[in-house]
């Protein structure tokens, strides 16, 4: 149902990955006519889990995607913690994770939210396959953007949800190197075409080490997927060296199912995210009738376990600020950045401090964080981590 006056308002967005998806949906609600382009030739799907949970699970209600997603949940999981050979150290209950998290919470793959937002928004957008934004140039009335296939699209607002590499970002408010700051880390996350060896079904076994994580999930033939990630000193040395050379290095001396899994990568390279992991950091998020979105703008990384439910969250206050401005830009984009600054703030400074439990610096900060585990199992420690997640995503 559209809001407002918006009906000759014209939204370019850049990119169709979760931000530009949920943008695209949103702004048509609010009354706009929207043209979504994405670099990519056909859509993608990708191996790696996201949990969906407070502002994130929320805005996906709002947007009228969780019946879709229903059926893709994959739940709470068992997780074991193993050691480098595989042999468990001790387990945790999907019972007592799925207490902590409540029941406005699911994990999917993020190529299955990114298909439940593609299905909604389809046919009341236009989505323009292997088109990049070329060029943008804006004055009082609107923004010029030309495009890879040549044409200009003239249109009140353009956003860029283009992902941590923004091209949009690029070309209207600098280089990337401006931006980008690198946690120095590098992640890889792959699908499994057979379930992980020596992980139970229904559980992920994961070993934390000084200086990286390795994790392999098995939820079932088609359903399964690995997760790595370590810390590095030079990650674009490492990155060039890409995905099987790079974990060959960094985990090839681990037992258990991960041997397996590096076979599965090294038979099938293209199927694994491979990045260094890093946050975009902006003073500003618009200028004029530019808008950045999504990991673009603000990418919280991985370790925050946040940026798709930001994403979500980001485009849902898009549409209600804009809808609160009718045929004033420039209000709704400055009041939706300054609302959107704190939440952002507060998990960028998480996600930093997450970087530990991933990639502990020492095996004293394993040892340490092996006890917290094992303590959160207890009943009156139980109570108190299910009331500060909750405080978290709430
Ligand atoms: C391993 C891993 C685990 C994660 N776990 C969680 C989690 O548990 N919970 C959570 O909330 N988040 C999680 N995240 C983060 C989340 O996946 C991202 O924050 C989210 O997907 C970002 O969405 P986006 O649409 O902003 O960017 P992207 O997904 O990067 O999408 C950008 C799109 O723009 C396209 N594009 C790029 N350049 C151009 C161009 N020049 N022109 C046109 N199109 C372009 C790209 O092809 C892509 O389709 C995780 C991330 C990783 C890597």
Known sequence: MAEGLGHHNRAVVAGAGIAGLATALRLHRAGWQVLVVERAPARRSSGYLVNLLGQGYDAADRLGVLPALADRDLGVFTSILVRADGRPKFTIPAALAQAALGPRAMTVFRGDLESALYEAARDAVTIRFGTAVRSVAQDRDGVDVTLSDGTTERAELLVGADG????????????????RVDLRHLVAAFPLDRVPQ????????????????????????????????YRVDDPSAELA??????????????????????????????????????????DEWHRGRVVLLGDAAWCVSLFAGYGAALALAGADQLGTALGEHPGDVAAALAQWEAQLR?????????????????????????????????????????????????????
């Open 198 to 229: 020596n992980v139970p079904d229904g559980a992920g076994a994961t070993f934390i080490g000084p200086r990286r994580t390795a994790a392999l999930i098995n939820l079932g033939p088609g359903r399964s997927s690995a997760f790595f990630t």
């Open 164 to 179: 941590v590499h923004s091209g949009v970002r690029e070309l209207v408010f600098g280089p990337e190197a401006g931006f």
């Open 342 to 394: 704190p939440e952002i703030r507060t998990r960028q400074a998480l996600a930093r401090k997450g970087t530990s439990q991933y990639a502990p610096p020492s095996r004293a900060h394993v040892w340490a964080r092996d006890l917290m585990i094992r303590a959160i199992q207890l009943p009156g420690i139980r109570g108190l981590v299910q009331r500060s997640v909750r405080r978290d995503h709430g």
């Open 241 to 282: 060296r890409g995905p099987v050379a790079a974990l060959g290095s960094a985990f090839g001396d681990l037992g258990g199912g991960v041997p397996d899994a590096l076979r599965r990568l090294a038979a099938a390279p293209e199927t694994a995210y491979f990045d260094s992991v890093s946050q975009v950091v902006m």
